[in-house]
């Protein structure tokens, strides 16, 4: 009889250390839990018109550069802390400019074609420029942004690549956040891959530049090899062709480089914050690309009339 009710004692002590348990569990704050929930890409004009915008954080953006507009939640009880963001700059390209052409004579040589030249949501809360080189690599930049429990924010991050060119430099960059250590690790989380412009706008030749540049060659060709000779070239972009495909040579680099400025454009637009804007950009790429035909007709009539021999 004393053994039950010892053993009954020791239960009900033990169903009550678990009860107690429990509940203090139940009641125990979460840790941060920070997760990134969207990275858009935007400029400081879009930035500032925005009504809830606090203006000197739009003056920390350089004009025509992009920025990350980046937000994130705190599903925990208590502030979470981002101390540190990276960026993986990878996948950078230039889109080159198309040089005029120059029409040239190598007496007693011939020119065959191709060959290389040498040449030398929520207004933002905060905003962290990040300066890097235009090239491959990780950079990393220390930060200080707090994060509410059970609440979103929003920061920017805008993006400096020196020595880009304007218009015509596109990367691809990744965003890390670096949280606090807990006892789960660290606490880094990335978004996808994102397509900037590194300094807008796109530019690009217009179709008439172009036919104003074929008839130079015409003229010049004609000027220094009435007859057409195989020791005239046409030099653009590093680059020597004959003088009797100079011309078609030419439109079709045109073409190619906007056909690539297009490609870029449309892989920017995925995160766009303002997608209006670069679907206006790729309507004037397509109007310029429709002009391809008429260039290579172009061409051919200046062949046609005896303009270039």
């Not at 530019?203 to 195989?230: H, Q």
Request: hydrophobic share 40%; charged share 25%.
């Amino acid at each position: 009889m004393v053994d039950e009710v010892v053993v009954a004692g020791v239960s009900t002590i033990a169903a009550a250390a678990v009860a107690a348990w429990a509940t203090l569990r139940a009641q125990r704050r979460r840790a941060e839990v920070i997760s990134l929930v969207d990275v858009l890409v935007s400029d400081a004009e879009v930035i500032q018109a925005e009504p809830h915008t606090d203006t000197h954080l739009v003056g920390t953006i350089e004009p025509d550069r992009p920025v990350l507009d980046v937000l994130v939640r705190n599903d925990g009880d208590r502030p979470g802390l981002l101390r540190r963001i990276h960026l993986d700059v990878q996948g950078t390209l230039r889109v080159p400019t198309i040089d005029p052409p120059l029409v040239v004579r190598f007496p007693g040589g011939t020119v065959t074609g191709g060959e290389q030249v040498m040449e030398r949501r929520l207004g933002p809360s905060a905003s962290y420029a990040v300066d890097f080189p235009l090239q491959k690599g990780r950079y990393s930049s220390p930060i200080r942004q707090e994060i509410p429990a059970n609440g979103n924010d929003r920061f920017l991050v805008p993006l400096v690549a020196s020595e880009a060119r304007r218009g015509s430099d596109f990367y691809t960059v990744t965003l890390t956040l670096d949280g606090v250590r807990n006892r789960r690790g660290s606490a880094r989380r990335s978004f996808e891959p994102v397509r900037v412009l590194a300094l807008g706008p796109p530019c690009w030749e217009g179709s008439e530049v172009i036919k104003e540049r074929l008839t130079m060659i015409a003229d010049r060709v004609s000027e220094l090899s009435p007859g057409g000779g195989k020791d005239v070239g046409v030099i653009f972009n590093a680059a020597i062709y004959p003088a009797r495909t100079g011309m078609e040579d030419y439109v079709a680099f045109y073409a190619a480089k906007l056909r690539t400025l297009e490609e870029s454009l449309r892989h920017c637009l995925h995160h766009a914050s303002d997608k209006a804007l670069v679907r206006g950009w790729l309507t004037e790429l397509e109007l310029s690309l429709a002009t391809v035909d008429e260039l290579h007709q172009h061409a051919k009539d200046l062949r046609t009339s005896g303009r270039h021999p």
